[in-house]
């Protein structure tokens, strides 16, 4: 009896707690689930287009399309060392989509073009295609001229150069805004005006970088594709432009 009395006062209380132990590890383990989920979600697409933030603060670019990001750079730069890793200037990036030839392209530029060129390129565009280098026509052409300008043949020599790693159709279109022609003029609307200049790019492609001639074709869309407003002069600098575009994906062969 007294062995009993004494086992019973030896023996620990049970203790009905013990579940906070386990429910303080699930806790623990679901926040740090939530912490790697979040970091994951913001730090990928912060990666995505860092290099393309970059660019645009060095070369002043402004990109439109899918995967071009729209919010405005925040001054902080991303390390040279970063955006090397991302793309390397080897080679042209062989069977890659707009997406990927969008980033060599901007790559290239940023490398190669220099200080005093880089205000010819106003955007790289692209679309389900292609990419498309934008540049001002300004730089390249007098006004109603189309003749190319002596001062924008280096910037060309380069576009050439980047151009002639592809084997891809290379289709130089002439833009102009919706002023009217010069009586003086030897043509008579913007169509001729927007032909006559993409033709001078293609000759020029050509005949000095003996790029394929079955790749290149030179069209004119005139004052019908403007992307601002003709009304203000700011707006009429942007719409005449000359676009070099890369076909990617020839869906029409």
Known sequence: MSENNEHNQNEEPENHDRWLVSYADFITLLFAFFVVMYATSNNNPEKQKSFQDTVRVNLKLSGS???????Q???QTTEPNTIDSVI???GFPKN????ETQDYLTRYLEKKVSAEDKDKVQALRI??????IELASGKFFNPGGTK??????KFLDQIAELLSQSDRRIVIEGHTDNQPISKDATYESNWEL???????????????HKIDPSRLSATSFGDTK???????EEGRSQNRRIEIYLVLDDRSQ
């Open 96 to 99: 890659k989509g707009p997406g």
């Open 148 to 153: 190319i300008k002596i001062g924008s043949l």
């Open 73 to 75: 750079h925040d001054g």
């Open 194 to 208: 927007g032909a006559l200049r993409a033709t001078s790019i293609v000759r020029y492609l050509q005949k000095y």
């Open 226 to 232: 403007p992307l601002k407003s003709n009304d203000s």
């Open 127 to 132: 679309d389900p295609l292609g990419v498309r």
């Open 88 to 90: 390397n200037l080897e």
């Open 65 to 71: 399309g899918p995967g071009s990001g729209e919010t």
